[in-house]
């Protein structure tokens, strides 16, 4: 049986970068879609199409777990920051999370000429 990821790498086995696998994707793609390929070989090259793209798959999954969300700014100016954990939470938990991160208050200073209006917008 072939090894995966994190699995390969602690056994030396050089494992594809996303770059990488996503060329070799788009490759076969290429190849299919010009239809010069036999049957037989149009299978070879969808099978490792599939390959490719799950290899592309596995590496965003890993790489999503690593993001982690702007939470909002402490009182000097440095980023406060919460692990993404997007299988964890059901569609409203996240739409919940969004709205408590949108409404909560700026750290900035806000104009207080009522003519101006608010500032510490993004620019």
Known sequence: MAKHGVEAAACGDQTPTFEESLEKLERSVRQLE?????????LQCYEEGIKQLKLCYRVLEVTERKIELLAGVDAEGHPL???????????????????????RPASRNVAADPEQGPRGGLF
């Open 81 to 103: 920051t919460e692990p993404f954990d997007e299988q964890e939470m059901t569609l409203d938990e996240k739409a919940a999370s969004r709205s408590q991160r949108r409404s």
């Open 34 to 42: 010009d239809g010069k390929l036999g049957l037989s070989q149009s």
